[in-house]
């Protein structure tokens, strides 16, 4: 997760099942067990962020 924002691992340490890799369009692609995620590599805004885990959230069933 290197080069990943503060904010973006915060979210990723709620859901250690999920795996991150950096897209080359500078994007990270989120690997779940219902799928993939494809989110920024800027992701710092708190609308954002409040986003991307409630996909999680949606994805891993909590």
């Known amino acids: 997760m290197r ?3 503060k904010p973006l691992r915060q979210v990723l340490r ?3 099942a999920a795996r991150a890799r950096l897209l080359p369009g500078g994007h990270w692609l989120i690997e779940t067990p ?4 494809i989110v920024s590599a800027t992701a710092s805004d708190w609308r954002a962020l409040r986003n991307i885990r409630a996909e999680l959230r949606r994805r891993f069933g909590r």
């Open 3 to 5: 080069g990943m924002k």
């Open 14 to 16: 709620e859901f250690p």
């Open 34 to 37: 219902r799928g993939a995620v």
